[in-house]
Structures are given as structure tokens and as C-alpha cells.
């Protein structure tokens, strides 16, 4: 069966399917570029035009003489490996072809660059991160359980904390694991503060890579919580579960074509929840201290 190609264009909307020969078209008519993000079947993501086009194109035939006596000429003087640039018109840089049969948004992790700057997310918003997280699935985890306890009025303490911890614990492993594996690679606090988690080389974790790493935070917590801090002051801001995963977290932006984006400082989300926190804490604390406070008067 023939191939069936898919490229994108400038507004990064997926075109095709096309045949070989409908791309070989396009790169001589200068509508499709070295940089211009195409895919097949056994490809693992979107690859630049210029790593494929050997695939597609002819190499170019060798000159042969004309007539007897003539001067020697190329036998086609279509190089096929040449950049064309394109026509003057608007629509062809568009590229809005009749080969643009369905469109459709392409996944944002075709944009992978493996070279550029990298800004890696520091302990600070990774707290703020975390707790966004922390908040939402507190809530989430509030609202079943208020709905689970409304329906079965007989359910026990040691119900709760039994079955229903691990149950709990599952599914925060498969929110945090399908979220770091999904095409924005970060959960929902991670995109409000711009960070995302990528393997060593900057590319998408797997489902399984992520659950691993949700587990491996456990030895983070059982050392202090110093796991946690280790992204304060080590190697590419790495906490103890990066190291064990191989896993990195790093700005939005890093590893994208579109690296100048990447920001180094905290940012409003971040400062506003490490503010609040801080503020619950102390309130926490205060709390406390009262109570022991009002304790010991009482014992006197």
C-alpha cells in the first residue's frame, strides 16, 4: 500500500494525507521548507522535512550532451535537493493547497529541539507547583468522600483509611503519571506556573516512566523531605525522584524552538501561592501555640 504523508503549515495545522510524489510537488513549487514538520506511519513524532526528503526525492541525473557539436547541458534542471524559494503570493506561503484535505492541530511535542538554553525549575516553583496540585486533589478527594459517605451512612473509619487510602493513592499515581506523559508533559500546577517534566534528553516520559517517579517521591519524603530540597541546590535542580526516574523539570519552553521564551524568574502564580501558603502556615502555627497556650492556663 502507498504511503500516506501528513505535513504541517504555518499556523502548524496538519495537512494531508498526501502521496510521496504530492510532497515532491510541494518542495519544487517552494511550499514546502527544510524546517516544515512532516510525519508517516513508523515515525515516532513529527520530523523536519530536511531529515526525510531523502526518502521522497530523486537524486539529481547526471548531464548528458544535447546534440553532436552542442554545449552539455543538465538532462533536468530541477534539483530536487534545492531550497526553492517560494512564489510571491501570500497563500502559497500558506501553504493552502489542494492536497490540504484535513486539518488538524499538531501535537506541541513536535516542536522538540534537543540543543539551546535550558531553564530548569528550581525548588520554589516546583513548591508552588506542588501545591496547586496538592489543593485541587484535596478538594476532588473531598468531594467524593462527602458523596461516598452521604450514600452509605454505615461506612467506618477503618473504611475510609483502608481500601480508600490505596484507592486514593492510585489515582493520585495516575493523575501525576498521565499528566507528566500527556502532550503538555505537567499536571495542572505545573502549567499554571509555565514548568513541564521531561526525560534526560528533554523529550515526553512514558506512562510508565511517570508512574515510577510519582513511587520514587516516596523516598523524597522519607529522608525529611530533603528529596524535595535536593532540587534547590543540585545538578539541573534535580530532586531525588529526578534522579532515580532520569527526569528533569525544566520551563515550558525548554527543548522548543521557541527557547527565548523561557522565563528563570518565579513568576506571579508562583508568588502569589508561596505567599498564601506561608501565610496558612504561620496562621497554623499561631493556632497552635494558642491552643497549648489556653492548655496550660487550664492546668494551672
Do not use: C
Not at 496540585?133 to 473509619?157: C, E, K, R, S, Y
Not at 493513592?169 to 493523575?175: E, I, N, Q, R, W
Not at 513568576?267 to 497556650?293: D, E, N, P, R, T
Request: net charge negative; glycine share 8%; charged share 15%.
Amino acid at each position: 500500500m502507498m504511503t500516506q504523508w501528513y505535513y504541517s503549515d504555518s499556523e502548524r495545522n496538519r495537512l494531508g494525507p498526501v502521496t510521496a510524489q504530492d510532497l515532491a510537488d510541494l518542495h519544487a513549487h517552494g511550499q514546502l521548507h527544510p524546517e516544515t514538520l512532516v510525519w508517516r506511519e513508523g515515525l515516532g513524532q513529527w520530523t523536519p522535512w530536511r531529515a526525510l526528503m531523502g526518502e521522497v526525492l530523486s537524486p539529481q541525473p547526471p548531464a548528458v550532451p544535447v546534440a553532436a557539436g552542442g554545449p552539455e547541458v543538465a538532462h533536468s534542471q530541477y534539483n530536487p535537493y534545492a531550497v526553492v524559494e517560494p512564489r510571491a503570493t501570500p497563500a502559497a506561503a500558506d501553504m493552502r493547497s489542494p492536497y490540504a484535505a484535513p486539518r488538524a492541530a499538531i501535537d506541541e511535542s513536535a516542536d522538540y529541539v534537543a540543543d539551546g538554553e535550558v531553564v530548569y525549575a528550581g525548588f520554589w516553583k516546583r513548591y508552588a507547583a506542588y501545591t496547586i496540585d496538592t489543593v485541587l486533589i484535596m478538594i476532588v478527594f473531598g468531594i467524593v468522600g462527602a458523596f461516598t459517605g452521604a450514600a452509605n451512612p454505615n461506612v467506618t473509619v477503618s473504611d475510609i483509611f483502608g481500601p480508600a487510602y490505596f484507592l486514593q493513592l492510585a489515582l493520585m499515581a495516575l493523575y501525576f503519571a498521565w499528566m507528566h506523559a500527556s502532550s503538555s508533559q505537567a499536571t495542572l500546577g505545573k502549567m499554571a506556573v509555565g514548568i513541564k517534566v521531561t526525560d534526560d534528553n528533554g523529550e515526553r516520559i512514558s506512562l510508565l516512566r511517570g508512574i515510577g517517579r510519582f513511587f520514587a517521591t516516596i523516598l523524597s519524603s522519607l529522608i525529611l523531605g530533603i528529596g524535595y530540597l535536593m532540587a534547590g541546590f543540585t545538578d539541573r535542580k534535580r530532586a531525588l525522584h529526578d534522579m532515580v526516574a532520569s527526569t528533569l523539570v525544566v520551563d515550558r519552553w525548554a527543548f522548543t524552538s521557541q527557547s527565548g521564551r523561557q522565563r528563570p524568574e518565579l513568576g506571579w502564580v508562583s508568588i502569589i501561592v508561596i505567599v498564601l501558603s506561608v501565610l496558612l502556615m504561620l496562621f497554623y502555627f499561631a493556632a497552635i501555640a494558642v491552643v497549648i497556650g489556653a492548655l496550660a492556663g487550664a492546668g494551672r
